[in-house]
């Protein structure tokens, strides 16, 4: 016999305190309001970086990037060509892998980074970037596919970005709001149809995450949070935001409907926004040190639109990825930037990279320059320092898989964003540049609200982290990894069952990787949020 509650979990990517108290004070999601005050919320701490690949697979694993082997949207196995990161590459199974494997009925639905889908019933289907090509293993089990693209022909996100075109009589803020509402409607239309039909079955557990929010704060995070002042052009964007998160508020409410009591409800984000401040470019800053040099009249040319242009965006992305970039003077670099999102610098390390030229001795030389060169940028205006801290990787990770992240990490205060990419706009010039508008970038809080029967209303964490969601969400099912995990049961905000059953299942399950033209779809969608 089955012990242990029935576990909803709803993933809202991106969402932190700030927004969520700023759509609540609005009565923008009354639903989501009333699981908190009813139930118990407290911040979480994300990956480093705060960033929805690894934070994603962190919480889904229970354990650090370290010891699961992904430190970011690109795969880069020892001696393996780059390529895009698929489920099949975590070392350490999902947790509803393991519910499933101890007979609970599981629907995963939309989680982001989990492609292929994983072998679990009543349905998975995989969330963002996931190709949207039919029959590529997006959906399983797979004969549920043809159905379910029947009810909902637009079964994975199309537009990431809210890339808008202003019609003919068109403002160019009725065209942004027009996109807005069409994205809203179409995300929220494939989340709750792909939810109906999985409900369908009775649900043990049920994981699925609106990336909306997400995408949502990307572009437009300072109207989310502007205030009842702000000008008439940030009001009526945040008059359209509101209107697509009260929707997906109402969604969410018949998802709770639809699974039905009693059951334990977990609203999850992956990390917090904040509103962007300014740009810490961090490729500039190894150019000015004498750390990297750039390839010169050919790097010009490229940058100018006038050398060899690649093809399709794969070219580019491994071309740009750097390990092997045309751009860059390899053998006068000793480090170089890691991809924005991956907020890191690798040393050029002979033996090691492909065009390696420090020698193992000089490796802490180089990495105190770095340490050194990034800790002096001060921003020319304000004075203020964009990076708090830089730190080894193995200050930050444990594990078996450690070296496959940055060699140095960049810890950036709050508002700043990196980009790794070489600019001459900034050539010579202090590489940090204050920026205004409503773009949003990634901070380290996240958030868990939890409602239902086996929570204690009003409780408090301290010190909760990603990686304590899955053993949380298996010791709410009354389950419990055989694998010793980083992450701890949550036993302050819940009353767990005892006597948990132990349950162990083999790392990854036999799933293939993307295609050539998924590739490419996939590196597009990631290019369109900035994550190459």
Known sequence: ?????????????????????????????????????????????????????????????????????????????????????????????????????????????????????????????????????????????????????????????????????????????????????????????????????????????????????????????????????????????????????????????????????PATVLVVSDHGFTRKRATFYSGECLRQAGLLKPAGLRYLLRRLGLGRRSRVITDKFVEEASLDNPNILWPATLAFPAQDHEQGVFVNLKGRNPHGVVEPAEYENVVARVREAFLAVREPVTGEKPVRAVRRREEVYSGPYVDRAPDILIDLADGWHMRSKLSWRVRGKPPAYLADGYIGVHLPDAMLVAAGPAVKPGSTLAGAQLADIAPTALALLGLESALPLDGRPLEEMFTLPGGRQKVAVDAAPAATGYSASDEAEVSRRLEELGYL
């Open 1 to 261: 016999m089955q012990t242990g509650n029935r576990v909803l979990i709803i993933g809202l990517d991106g969402m932190g305190a700030e927004a969520f108290d700023a759509l609540s004070a609005r009565g923008v999601i009354p639903t989501l309001a009333a699981l908190h005050g009813r139930g118990a919320r407290g911040v979480v701490a994300s990956t480093f970086p705060p960033c929805t690949c690894p934070a994603w697979p962190t919480m889904c694993t229970g354990v650090n990037p370290g010891r699961h082997g992904v430190f970011s949207f690109i795969w880069r196995g020892q001696g393996e060509a780059l390529r895009i990161v698929t489920a099949a590459d975590f070392a350490v199974p999902r947790f509803w892998r393991l519910a499933a494997e101890a007979g609970r009925r599981c629907a995963i639905l939309y989680v982001p980074t989990m492609f292929p889908a994983d072998a679990v019933r009543p349905l998975a289907v995989s969330g963002f970037p996931a190709p949207s090509r039919p029959g590529n293993g997006g959906v399983y089990p797979p004969e549920a596919e043809e159905e379910l693209r029947r009810e909902i022909p637009d079964l994975q996100l199309v537009n990431i970005h809210l890339r808008w075109d202003a019609r003919p009589g068109e403002s160019r803020v009725d065209a942004m709001v027009r996109a807005i509402r069409e994205k809203g409607e179409s995300d929220i239309r494939q989340v709750a149809g792909v939810f109906e039909y999985a409900s369908r079955t009775p649900l043990d557990l049920a994981m699925v995450v609106f990336s909306l929010t997400d995408h949502l704060f990307h572009s437009y995070y300072g109207c989310v949070v502007a205030a009842d002042d702000a000008p008439a052009e940030v009001l009526a964007l945040r008059a359209a935001i509101d209107e697509v998160l009260h929707r997906m508020d109402a969604a969410i409410a018949d998802m709770l409907t639809r699974f039905g009591e």
